[in-house]
């Protein structure tokens, strides 16, 4: 079984940047691809973005693709999201999960309890 711990959110005023965490333990996360994904109150939970088992694939929502990047820790036990010129729309809890490259909630078997991230304008 595979635990996920997210870390790293906050308040931040709109344009600021904020780095997620998402520590594994339990089983190793390094033969699954990544996902970070967000939910706003009253919202269903939405993609944002996506890196494979190796690294070498990535993919972003549309919202966020070039200003959020994904990456996974050189001890593959964990993963990051970097979080540039933040807009007051991304105020949500920011969810990991573990499973297959996809976009779709569906494709990830574990998850973390998530973190909340404020974006005041």
């Known amino acids: 079984q595979v635990q996920l711990v997210e870390s790293g959110g906050g308040l931040v005023q709109a344009g600021g940047s904020l780095r997620l965490s998402c520590a594994a333990s339990g089983r190793t996360i390094s033969t699954y691809a990544m996902g970070w994904f967000r939910q706003a109150p009253g919202k269903e939970r939405e993609y944002v973005a996506t890196?494979?088992?190796?690294?070498?694939?990535?993919d972003y929502a549309d919202s966020v693709r070039g200003r959020f990047t994904i990456s996974r820790g050189s001890a593959k036990n964990t993963v990051y999201l970097q979080m540039n010129s933040l807009k007051p729309e991304g105020t949500a809890g920011y969810y990991c999960a573990a499973g297959n490259y996809g976009m779709g909630l569906r494709e990830y078997y574990h998850w973390g309890q998530g973190t909340q991230v404020t974006v005041s304008s």
């Open positions: 890196i494979s088992y190796s690294g070498g694939r990535t």
